[in-house]
């Protein structure tokens, strides 16, 4: 297929080189040039690399697309992904499929299903998850909004989806995007107690190799999976988690879900217990000094390469 896609931030980048290098001819804008011309440079000795192209802007972008055209956007959400989709809509016409990948608030992408529908404009909210590692291991992909764009797409989310992910459409306006942020949500708890238990390892009388519990508790226990795999990595590359302050950013998804299960009448005390943690944490240096706070900051950096604070030597 041939698409328009926004954004290469850090999984912008790695999803347009899955793209181009599954047969895909793929045209980028972003905001800050200098990216596109690194991701250029990475691409020049590829075989793949006549699959690219760029737009000097979002109007440019729209017009080097052939009807129907496929335009994705991949930026933060809230006013950056705002911004940009208001001004695609300038220029999109009926038929034509836009979508929003980043992490967008499930009532948002409701409301902006709803406004282009009144265009004649297909719009589908992706909830795209597995971190920077799923460029490799494949993404899995959360989809919700007119479900014949969905359709339509499909060969885009295949190709995303190689080896091991997946996509399913879950249904009109904010599903996928509302999924995805209870699976953030969910994420927070697997984390916290990631952290938790490991920290009480950690002051074990028993000197305990940490690694070596890790790898232990990979190879099939309960506990395995995608998180202790990063739980392993993580230690690793610093065994006492010495070398970073454990202060844990939140990227919105967690409160939302908190927000919601609260509107429901759903308890969520696990994953609000985990938010309010990450909270204290930038306040509190009994709570960012802990392992537990360590833990998790070390985590959200090896999936999703979000960014930790080293100590200083």
Same mark, same amino acid.
């Given at each position: 297929?041939?698409? #328009?896609?926004?954004?290469? #931030? ?90 929003? #990948? ?212």
């Amino acid at each position: 297929m041939k698409l #328009g896609f926004i954004g290469l #931030g850090k999984m912008g980048n790695r999803m347009v080189a899955k793209l181009v290098g599954e047969g895909h001819e793929v045209i980028v804008w972003n905001r800050s040039p200098d990216k596109i011309s690194n991701f250029k440079f990475q691409i020049s000795n590829l075989p793949y690399n006549k699959n690219f192209d760029e737009a000097k802007e979002v109007k440019d972008l729209v017009s080097k697309l052939e009807k129907p055209r496929v335009i994705w956007s991949m930026l933060p959400a809230g006013e950056a992904t705002e911004e940009i989709l208001t001004e695609v809509g300038k220029y999109v016409d009926q038929g034509d499929i836009v979508i929003d #990948g980043g992490n967008s608030k499930y009532s948002d992408t409701q409301r902006r299903y709803e406004s282009f529908k009144n265009k004649g404009i297909k719009f589908l909210g992706i909830g795209v998850s597995g971190g920077i590692i799923a460029a490799k291991e494949g993404y899995p992909l959360m989809v919700g909004g007119n479900r014949e764009a969905y359709l339509g797409v499909k060969p885009l989310l295949d190709s995303l989806a190689k080896p091991n992910g997946g996509h399913d459409y879950f249904g009109e306006g904010g599903a996928g995007h509302f999924v995805k942020m209870v699976h953030n949500g969910i994420e927070y708890g697997i984390m916290q107690s990631i952290g938790e238990g490991f920290g009480i390892l950690e002051k074990s009388p028993y000197n305990l190799d940490l690694v070596k519990v890790a790898r232990l508790y990979q190879k099939g226990t309960l506990v395995s999976g995608f998180m202790m795999e990063r739980t392993v990595e993580s230690l690793e590359a610093d065994p006492k988690l010495e070398k970073l302050e454990g202060e844990i950013g939140a990227s919105g998804e967690g409160l939302w879900t908190v927000e919601e299960g609260k509107k429901l009448g759903v308890p969520v005390e696990i994953i609000e217990a985990s938010l309010d943690f990450r909270t204290r944490s930038q306040q509190d240096k009994k709570i960012s000094s802990s392992f537990a706070a360590r833990m998790v900051a070390a985590l959200r950096n090896a999936f999703g390469g979000h960014e930790i604070k080293k100590k200083s030597s």
